[in-house]
């Protein structure tokens, strides 16, 4: 996969703006800028200094195309490891594209999805872990999932994995040796000691594989379901919330047939909202689909928010939410729960000391009164995962799956030891531990997972 040809795209996003960055990477980027573009101070880029910006003219023949900035950036200290121009223009789609086509007419070609990063990882910049991190940042739409994707690219999660991997190329390499005595009975690897170093590796992978859940969820979005009976308000809520008519109110029961979502953000994480269909016994069979896919989502999520409507509460329905409530806490134990008493403006005089325990959150839906104790109460769920996060939290189900492959051999590696399996057994299933570590960060990869990786970045990246 190693290429040599120059690559260019489009570095910024498509369309009008003040500027647009056309980025050129390749041994013969520099001199293929040079043809097209005219400098004010009439130096050649091949002669300008590293890492400096030029002020000039993309010329086609005679005409003016337009006046820019253009950076140039010498190989080895460059994005891609490679001779790379930076092309700043106006944005201007007839001049985005003008000077594309330019540049075509050269040794040039339009680069692939990521390929810029892919070029980085060839050459040595970053590993896969990291690279694949890139994407993240650029897609990161809160505060709590760019902190995630720059721990990545700092290389947090990679000095981890090359920790371990480290220590079990080490004690493979003994056990090898040790094959190449065994005619002489002579041991190099320790058992006991090997015992140990499985121990603390099986902890460490353990410890990466459970926090997956968490960088996933801050990565995607926490999916908050808002659940409970027909015309409780949950549609109202999540207007409230948004603070737009997203969902459809109405004061017929029944109203929403299907989930609507919506996010913001909240503590510098992104919600996830999720508007149910209300949960009752009903005959008409679009809304027992939609029922259906309230406890689908309640399954889904991080937070249930759970909805009773306040003005109409008598002693039978306090006892029928208490063992409803119950069984939510039951059936999603890792989950958490939120209870909601709306319709605070005109509520029932009947006491609801019994719903005490939950510590139901008293709200007024419709006249966004107490709204922030509601997302208060989903800001202290939010700090408690935010305390979660270190360097090496992951988020990439790619990584994810790869950790539990090498989880699972350490495990065999483990059971052969205690019944004694022959030391070559052991060296197989240490070697295998090895490869997928080394495919986390790329040291072992092949062609079509590189270009799975890569195809979903965006061009000019």
């Known amino acids: 996969m190693v290429k040599n040809d120059n690559i260019l795209a489009l570095a910024s996003p498509p369309g009008i703006g003040a500027i647009s960055i056309i980025r050129i990477s390749g041994p013969e980027s520099i001199s293929i800028v040079d043809n097209i573009f005219d400098g004010i101070e009439k130096i050649k880029l091949a002669d300008l200094e590293e890492n400096k910006v ?105 000095n981890d994995i090359n920790d371990l991997r480290t220590q079990l190329v080490n004690f493979a390499s003994l056990i090898e040796l040790e094959l190449d005595f065994s005619q002489e009975d002579v041991e190099f690897a320790n058992m006991k000691e090997l015992n140990k170093l499985l121990d603390e590796i099986s902890s460490s992978l353990k410890k990466l594989i459970d926090s997956f859940k968490t960088g996933n969820v801050i990565k995607n979005g926490i999916p908050i379901a808002i659940v409970g009976e027909p015309n409780t308000g949950k549609s109202t809520l999540l207007n409230a919330l948004l603070n737009e008519d997203r969902a459809i109110v109405s004061s017929i029961a029944g109203t929403t047939r299907d989930t609507i979502e919506d996010q913001i953000i909240i503590n510098g994480v992104n919600c996830r909202f999720i508007d149910t269909a209300g949960i009752r016994s009903t005959d008409d069979e679009i809304e027992s689909i939609g029922i259906e896919r309230t406890f689908k989502k309640m399954a889904e999520s991080e937070v249930i928010v759970f909805m009773i409507d306040y003005s109409v509460i008598d002693e039978n329905k306090i006892n029928y939410y208490v063992n409803y409530l119950n069984k939510i806490e039951d059936k999603f134990s890792n989950t958490k729960l939120i209870t909601i008493l709306n319709k605070n403006d005109v509520k029932s005089n009947i006491s609801v000391s019994d719903l005490d325990k939950f510590n139901p959150v008293k709200i007024s839906a419709k006249n966004k009164q107490n709204i922030e104790s509601l997302t208060n109460e989903i800001s202290i769920y939010i700090n408690n995962l935010k305390s979660q996060i270190d360097n090496s939290t992951i988020t990439n189900s790619r990584h994810y799956d790869l950790l539990n492959k090498t989880h699972e051999e350490i495990h065999k590696v483990k059971i052969s030891i205690s019944k004694n399996i022959s030391s070559d057994l052991l060296a197989i299933d240490i070697k295998q531990a090895i490869y997928f570590l080394g495919e986390l960060t790329g040291e072992i990869s092949n062609d079509e997972v590189l270009g799975n990786i890569f195809s979903k970045f965006c061009i000019g990246k």
């Open 54 to 158: 030029q002020l000039g003219y993309i010329m086609d023949n005679k005409r003016t195309i337009d006046k820019v900035l253009v950076t140039v950036f010498r190989n080895p200290k460059s994005y891609t490891g490679e001779d790379l121009v930076e092309i700043s223009c106006h944005g201007s789609i007839f001049i985005q594209e003008s000077i594309i086509q330019l540049l075509l007419k050269f040794d040039c070609r339009v680069a692939n999805p990521g390929e810029f990063t892919m070029r980085s990882f060839l050459n040595g910049k970053m590993d896969l872990s990291q690279a694949e991190s890139v994407a993240d940042l650029i897609s990161s739409n809160s505060e709590a999932s760019h902190k995630l994707a720059m721990n990545q690219m700092r290389g947090g999660f990679k």
